[in-house]
């Protein structure tokens, strides 16, 4: 995931720059360790200043960046050679800093995967009494299947359009309202009421909910017994082109192995083209956009699209495999049941041998920086008094395929969730530098926010919310698994605001590495990389979790966010 490519423009008045120095407690063990032999000899441990304590986090991400993003580790695909250097070198790392298994007595937890590829001749007919149409896939649709099994069709089912597809007690909002939809494919708009209205008092407003993310929608579809969904794609509210649907969905999709086979997903889910459901509404003399409208004011009645039935039939190849969520942890004295838990994920995209030349996807900065991250705060923490509350490490797998690892151990929670106090996330450090600004992912989520301001402000910088938050960041890496099981998590790093050259250079740096490296061959480790920004982010997570491991705090979500029920559930059961 990536937030650098946001463009924004403000103007900050009245920055202080002062920073703080209190650090100097974490040089006492500072150099031991793997890291002797890397040590700079001019590193004076009694002279420690927060420099000093942002040179040796540097050079300690320095140094695990330029190993997990080696093409040794054959950018680290989960089920490869190279998943298998990876999570020793992790572990080996945990075991030398003196860091415990976080699993009983091992430092893995086997995450069961499933790779399905749909064959791309896949057919969808839409026949009524006075219209009729064959939708290709990749040019007018788009179709796959949660289901790990090899075939699968849908045969004349009727079609409803059910507007947004929300059912959102806290918004007083049911589009399923009175409605059967069993044996019946939903058709359903992108994003959410807010996002359709920009009115503030709807929804989240500008700023999507989970209830306008398509995996939401297709969740819910399923919740309703909805036999296919397809969801209509639009640029504006999607966030991308078509191209994206177009390419994401074709080739395999990994999942996580199913008992089940996720036989209580829908059979099929897909998007349509917005030009084949304009043909298919207008086919049953329906008007799209007049449609679109009302599905954003309450109380919307959900429609038959005439009486145009839909049949699509899919076949799919199916592969099981294994991979290894790493984790450790420094148990808590006093209430080890309770936890905060960093996360990041050591997975990448491997290789690709159709490409001529360099075909390693090394995945330096997405994400050997978070992954060295844990690697550092384990460090850090080390060097302090034994926290009351544990402190976890989770390095997860198969976050490119779709945040796997993070929805297995969500699932699979080896420290309660009730007592899990917050999760922090990192994906994606930042190697251009020292930035002014902190930017939270989903601003105004959770009161982990307030601890967040607490450590900004002691660093000098400033909070700057999500630029864009009608594109859904918040729900597009790890910590949102743990959002989704109620635990407050945080997702907050550098921005563009360069200390050194401003944030006009602060932005060109993150544009050129959207364009040219991100999830590209070229996302190379450079041992130039300026890592004293990551560093400074690494220092407030610090701070955060040593507040919180050490106090009787369970932050809450703030009233009207989408996870607060969930957490409230969960709280019930903690007492
Ligand atoms: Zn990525």
Known sequence: MLIETIKVDINVKNIMFKRVIKLQKYFLFFGLGVFLTNCDTSFNLADSTTTDFSISVEKVLHEHISILASDEYGGRAPATPGEVKTIEYLRDNF????????????????????????????????????????????????????????????????????????????????????????????????????????????????????????????????????????????????????????????????????????????????????????????????????LKTNASVRGFQATPIGDVKLSVSIENSIRNSTSQNVIAAIPGTTRPNESVIYTAHWDHLGVNPELNGDNI????????????????????????????????????????????????????????????????????????????????????????????????????????????????????????????????ALYAESGEDSIDYGREWGAAQAQEYTDNRYHAPGDEYDPNWDLSGASEDINLYFEITNVLANSLDFPQWFDGNEFKAVREFSIAERQ
């Open 95 to 290: 075991i030398d800093l003196g860091v415990g298994p976080g699993n009983g007595d091992s430092y893995f937890q086997s995450v069961a995967v499933t790779e399905i590829i749909t064959k791309s001749d896949a057919v969808m007919n839409i026949e009524g009494e006075v219209y009729e149409a064959t939708l290709a896939y990749g040019r007018d649709m788009m179709v796959g299947t949660q289901q790990q099994v090899p075939e699968l069709n849908v045969s004349g089912a009727d079609l409803v359009f059910v507007g947004y597809g929300i059912v959102a007690p806290e918004y007083e909002w049911n589009d399923y309202a009175a409605l059967d939809v069993r044996d019946k494919t939903v058709v359903i708009l992108v994003n959410d009421p807010g996002y359709a209205t920009q009115n503030e008092n709807l929804f989240n407003g500008n700023a999507m909910t989970y209830y306008g993310r398509w995996t939401y929608k297709f969740e819910e579809a399923a919740r309703q017994g909805a036999a296919a969904a397809l969801i209509v794609h639009e640029t504006g509210p999607a966030g991308y082109g078509w191209e994206v649907v177009n390419s994401s969905w074709s080739g395999p999709q990994i999942g996580l192995e199913a008992e089940n086979l996720n036989r209580d997903r829908t059979k099929i889910e897909g998007w349509l083209t917005k030009e084949s459901a304009l043909s298919i509404f207008d086919g049953a003399g329906l008007d799209y956009e007049a």
């Open 361 to 488: 996807f090394n995945g330096a900065a997405d994400n050997a920086t978070g992954t060295a991250g844990l690697l550092a705060l384990a460090q850090l923490h080390m060097q302090k008094d034994r926290p009351e509350r544990t402190i976890v490490f989770l390095a997860v797998t198969a976050e490119e395929s779709g945040l796997l690892g993070s929805k297995w151990y969500a699932e699979h929670p080896i420290f309660p969730i009730e007592t899990t106090v917050a999760n922090i996330n990192m994906d994606n450090l930042n190697t251009f530098g020292r930035m002014r600004d902190v930017v939270v992912v989903g601003a105004g989520s959770s009161e982990l926010e307030i601890y967040l301001e607490d450590a900004v402000l002691a660093q000098g910088r400033y909070i700057m919310p999500e630029p864009n938050p009608e594109r859904g960041y918040y729900y597009r890496s790890d910590h949102f698994n743990f959002a989704k099981v109620g635990v407050p």
